[in-house]
T-cell receptor, first 113, second 113 residues
């Protein structure tokens, strides 16, 4: 158990809809990262938050947004969903902003019908 | 763009043998590298990391070697066990102080009893 909690584990929805994925980092970790894992693209970095502030962006679509709250949990919002958004979405956390291992949750599996 | 690639998508070994998983990276400015293990239905699990000012680091049954001259990373697993069967990813920090991990495509390790 990595200590990173993601909910829900599975999510099934339709095209055009909006969903919110939730992540609770390990106790004491200030940084939260979001990744997308798909068969054709592998693990892709989306965004990094440190202590409530955005630190880095990867290949995150404009339809996607994230935030980190004062209690350090984070949410990833996906809107105007398309079939191609079906993937595993992982959250990871680390103590600070860099040079340390990121610890991953078990992901949310998103299926778009 | 920068990428981290794995030369061997699959590796099959006998229980008790040593395993070596290789990884090539393209960003010579990367300063931090991590190996992860991912089992089916779970998130990536941290195995071992290494900073660019080192060329070798050992853990329990695992050793990571870094060759910056040829931009190559390897993970050695001693006395491989059936429980080591999983997909292994290397990742590099390509974002400098902004800590952005770029993952390789992964190698599937199968350990035969």
């Amino acid at each position: 158990d990595s200590g990173v909690t993601q909910t829900p584990k599975h999510l099934i929805t339709a095209t055009g809809q909006r969903v919110t994925l939730r992540c609770s980092p390990r106790s004491g970790d200030l940084s939260v990262y979001w990744y997308q894992q798909s068969l054709d693209q592998g693990l892709q970095f989306l965004i990094h938050y440190y202590n409530g502030e955005e630190r880095a962006k990867g290949n995150i679509l404009e339809r996607f947004s994230a935030q980190q709250f004062p209690d350090l949990h984070s949410e990833l919002n996906l809107s105007s969903l398309e079939l191609g958004d079906s993937a595993l979405y992982f959250c990871a956390s680390s103590v600070e902003g860099g040079g340390q291992p990121q610890h991953f949750g078990d992901g949310t599996r998103l299926s778009i019908l | 763009g920068e990428s981290v690639g794995l030369h061997l998508p699959t590796l099959s070994v006998q229980e008790g043998d040593n395993s070596i998983i290789n990884c090539a990276y393209s960003n010579s400015a990367s300063d931090y590298f991590i190996w992860y293990k991912q089992e089916s239905g779970k998130g990536p699990q941290f195995i071992i990391d290494i900073r660019s000012n080192m060329d070798k680091r050992q853990g329990q049954r695992v050793t990571v070697l870094l060759n910056k001259t040829v931009k190559h990373l390897s993970l050695q697993i001693a006395a491989t066990q059936p429980g080591d069967s999983a997909v292994y990813f290397c990742a590099e920090n390509s974002g400098g102080s902004n800590y952005k991990l770029t993952f390789g495509k992964g190698t599937l390790l199968t350990v035969n009893p």
